[in-house]
T-cell receptor, first 115, second 116 residues
Framework: AQSVAQPEDQVNVAEGNPLTVKCTYS??????LFWYVQYPNRGLQFLLK??????LVKGSYGFEAEFNKSQTSFHLKKPSALVSDSALYFC?????????????FGTGTRLTVIP | GAGVSQSPRYKVAKRGQDVALRCDPI?????LFWYQQALGQGPEFLTY????????KSGLPSDRFFAERPEGSVSTLKIQRTQQEDSAVYLC??????????????FGPGTRLTVT
């Protein structure tokens, strides 16, 4: 069975500091991994994905994430946080085998960037 | 370009009423998904269409939930005899294809259903 864990409900970081939002996953076979961001009263916005290839993937708005197979992790990172990055972040996983198309989401991490 | 749109954005239903939620995916997107997001939780999968075929409905919580996509574009999620536990945000998502470079899903703004 697929699952995602986001161990931190809330992450606070000062503007200009690096940020990390943690995610670990469980899936049969090779994972496809995703990060989404949700702003109030808006839908989920796609940030980045890992499918195959380089373990470090770069996405929108300066975000990046590192796939670590041995630790089954896919932490989201940004070198310098902006106040506008404050939002709810979701990690998601799906299995790579044919037919396993739906995403399994974590419970989300609320990021607050303090000016 | 236009994203995924959903209507209505907000729906209040009395317990026992039927509701219909509409999703307009991004033009040309083959795959369409419905998710349910309870307050403070991540989205949970309900059902999946590839074109007009409903390939997976394993997440539908009961036989009161029904989804269709008759022409392979617009989809409707119908909930019959609504119950209070149906109160949630219903998200629709679409993706271009099942191929590796196009598997990301694009989400609509959701329909917030409140059952009173």
């Amino acid at each position: 069975a697929q699952s995602v864990a986001q161990p931190e409900d809330q992450v606070n970081v000062a503007e200009g500091n690096p940020l990390t939002v943690k995610c670990t996953y469980s899936v049969s076979g090779n994972p496809y991994l995703f990060w989404y961001v949700q702003y109030p009263n808006r839908g989920l916005q796609f940030l980045l994905k890992y499918i195959t290839g380089d373990n470090l993937v770069k996405g929108s708005y300066g975000f990046e994430a590192e796939f670590n197979k041995s630790q089954t992790s896919f932490h989201l990172k940004k070198p310098s946080a902006l106040v506008s990055d404050s939002a709810l972040y979701f990690c998601a996983v799906r299995a790579s085998q044919t037919g396993a198309n739906n995403l399994f989401f974590g419970t989300g991490t609320r990021l607050t960037v303090i000016p | 370009g236009a994203g995924v749109s959903q209507s209505p954005r907000y729906k209040v239903a009395k317990r026992g009423q039927d509701v219909a939620l509409r999703c307009d995916p991004i033009s040309g997107h083959v795959s369409l998904f419905w998710y349910q997001q309870a307050l403070g939780q991540g989205p949970e999968f309900l059902t999946y269409f590839q074109n007009e075929a409903q390939l997976d409905k394993s997440g539908l919580p009961s036989d009161r939930f029904f989804a269709e996509r008759p022409e392979g574009s617009v989809s409707t999620l119908k909930i019959q005899r609504t119950q209070q536990e149906d109160s949630a945000v219903y998200l629709c998502a679409s993706s271009l294809a099942v191929h590796l470079d196009r598997v990301e899903q694009y989400f609509g703004p959701g329909t917030r259903l409140t059952v009173t």
